[in-house]
């Protein structure tokens, strides 16, 4: 796996879409998988395999992918919304995330 | 409901071993056969992947960490556990554990809430 590269922040006022985006060569041939970490908090999954969502995570929050580019979508962002976004992928064993989006809702 | 729980010391001093365990509750880890794996996440960056373990034993590593870790498995425990020798202040962070949730290990859906480990003498 090689390096995932995320933009470090984004910014969106309530209601409106985020877009984060991660990119690496890799992701054209494999998964990706996103992360949402609040302050103070563990991660947890909200998507795998490009666009599956765990249960539990509104349908407001969509993934897909195309190339060397994944994407995490947030749709009518909420204050609740605000955390670090990270990516991740995988191939033969070998785990990589990348740098993280901090998105804030203004 | 899974639930998992890392633990060890808060402090290590320079060039000693940090070790920590993780204990599962509310599965076995032997009847379950997932691969458990451990990150870690500096004070205000990133997540960082040190390792990944399966059920049974067989292990990957970070490039970057492989020469300095090691993951293992007590069935008999219910415990994951971390060993990364040879410490430095760079290795100041909150470590967490987590299980991957498919069958081929390729990510993370369950995690503990992390332990703080600072190296410092």
Redo the contacts between chains.
């Keep these: 796996s090689s390096e995932l590269t995320q933009p470090p922040s984004v910014s969106v006022s309530p209601g409106q879409t985020a877009t984060i985006t991660c990119s690496a060569d890799v992701l054209a041939k494999q998964?990706s998988?996103w992360?949402q970490?609040k302050a103070g908090?563990?991660?947890?999954?909200v998507m795998?395999k490009d666009n599956e969502r765990?249960s539990g995570i509104p349908d407001r929050i969509s993934g897909s992918s195309s190339g060397t580019t994944a994407t995490l979508t947030i749709r009518g962002v909420q204050a609740e919304d605000e955390a670090?976004y990270?990516c991740?992928s995988?191939g033969n064993?070998?785990?990589?995330?990348?740098?993280?989006t901090k998105l804030t809702v203004l | 409901q899974l639930q998992l729980h890392e633990s060890g010391p808060g402090l290590v001093k320079p060039s000693e071993t940090l070790s920590l365990t993780c204990t599962v509750s509310g599965d076995s880890i032997s009847r379950s056969k997932y691969y458990w794996?451990w990150?870690r996440q500096p004070p205000g960056k990133?997540?960082?992947?040190i390792g990944?373990i399966f059920y049974s034993g067989g292990t990957?590593y970070?490039?970057s960490l492989k020469s300095r870790v090691t993951l293992s498995v007590e069935q008999a425990k219910n415990e994951i556990s971390l060993k990364l020798n040879s410490v430095t202040a760079a290795d100041t962070a909150v470590y967490?554990c987590a299980r991957l949730?498919?069958p081929n290990?390729?990510?993370?859906?369950s995690?503990?809430?992390?332990t703080l480990v600072a190296v410092s003498s």
Excluded: K
């Design positions: 998964y998988y992360y970490q908090q563990a991660p947890i999954l795998f765990p670090d990270y991740q995988s064993g070998i785990v990589v995330f990348g740098g993280g | 794996g990150i990133g997540l960082e992947w990944t990957y970070s490039q967490f949730g498919d290990g390729n990510y993370f859906d995690w503990g809430q992390g």
